[in-house]
């Protein structure tokens, strides 16, 4: 009741229209291509409908599964950072850290690889952990399934993007079609403990996760029934993004942002404690980890000026130990 007294909810009634819902089942796709443009030129969120591999409850049910687990058997797949017994570094089970103003705890997976591929040894290319499992939910086929369904789905989606912008619509591919670096990521944000920090709060609000943009090329987001996010307006308004179970919300990340010339937006988005735990399941699509962004910087005029920064995996590990993401802090990920 006191967030829905804030001026941010009255702005949220009057804008709302503003976040524009696009049918990915459209048979025009260069009708959905400038539909993406458009939305992502002008607010750099939408709502993507009708997404064919999305099953909303399904993955709801696993993720809740794997949230519901008690602490003890989420630690056995934690990253070393919080768990030296085990051996992965970058992909697995992080906690909630108190005493920040970012407040979750996740668990990241990615496409595997295989062993005998020269890359099998870089640390953002490590195997899953994968939670034991009772008969309750096949949490790891369900969670498979999925990261391979949305690997093909951003691949269209960005074929898209590339059609909306006037290029060849298989323009990107060449950072995609081997090894991407793609992100599944469960998140939880728990209610808080203890006393939130300064930093977490704005008014009487607090946040879970700090205001921030992506900083990966195309982010699919499953919010469930949950509220909570809020992006920033142009006119610099905090405004919610109501959730929609059946489609997924969709941003762009600053490395797609810089190689339209900042042509799309990487809009600013943060989440707000709404007085319950909130579930999520962010697909983060990324290149492999040689792919060549600095050809569509140059094209553009925003090339990087210090190599190896030009290609995907080291400016990714780069924006993990530049921002001090808790999450990776102490992560070792050996030789860029």
């Known amino acids: ?24 089942s459209k048979a025009d796709r260069r009708e959905v291509a400038a539909e993406l443009v458009r939305a992502l030129e002008d607010v750099g969120f939408l709502y993507l409908e009708n997404v064919k591999c999305f099953n909303p409850d399904e993955l ?3 993720t809740e599964w794997f949230f519901n687990l008690p602490g003890e058997k989420k630690r056995e797949v934690a990253t070393a ?45 490590e195997k899953n952990p994968w939670p034991v499992e ?17 690997d ?20 990107f591919d060449e950072l995609f079609l081997t090894k991407p670096l793609s992100t599944l990521r469960l998140l939880c944000y728990p209610p808080r403990k203890e006393e939130p920090p300064p930093e ?58 810089k190689m339209t010339g900042y042509r799309l937006k990487a809009t600013m988005h943060r989440v707000i404690y709404m007085g319950e735990r909130r579930l999520s399941l962010p697909f983060f699509y990324e290149p492999h980890y040689h792919g060549d962004v600095n050809k569509f910087y140059r094209a553009v ?14 400016w ?13 802090q102490h992560t070792d990920f050996g030789e860029i």
């Open 134 to 150: 009772d008969s309750t939910v096949p949490f790891r086929q369900i969670m498979s399934k999925y990261n391979d369904d949305m």
């Open 316 to 328: 990714i590990i780069r924006q993990c130990k530049r921002d001090k993401y808790i999450e990776y």
């Open 1 to 24: 009741q006191l967030i829905e007294s804030r001026e941010s909810i009255i702005v949220w009634k009057t804008t709302m229209t503003s976040i524009p819902c696009v049918d990915l």
């Open 60 to 62: 709801y049910r696993a």
């Open 200 to 257: 977490s709060k704005d008014g009487d609000l607090v946040m879970q996760c700090n205001e921030h943009s992506d900083a990966v090329f195309l982010t699919f987001l499953a919010t469930f029934h949950y509220r909570g996010l809020q992006i920033l307006t142009k006119e610099g308004k905090w405004v919610f993004v109501e959730p929609r179970p059946n489609a997924l919300v969709v941003n762009i990340g600053e490395i797609l942002s």
């Open 152 to 171: 093909r789905t951003s691949l269209e989606v960005t074929r898209l993007i590339a059609i909306g912008l006037g290029m060849d619509e298989n323009a």
């Open 301 to 314: 005029g925003l090339e990087e000026e210090t190599p190896p920064y030009g290609y995907y995996g080291p």
């Open 81 to 125: 950072t919080w768990n030296p017994q085990n051996k992965n570094a970058y992909r697995g089970y992080f906690p909630a850290v108190e005493g920040g103003s970012s407040f979750k705890e996740g668990l990241e997976m990615g496409k595997e690889i295989s062993p005998d591929d020269p890359d099998a040894k870089r640390v953002l290319y």
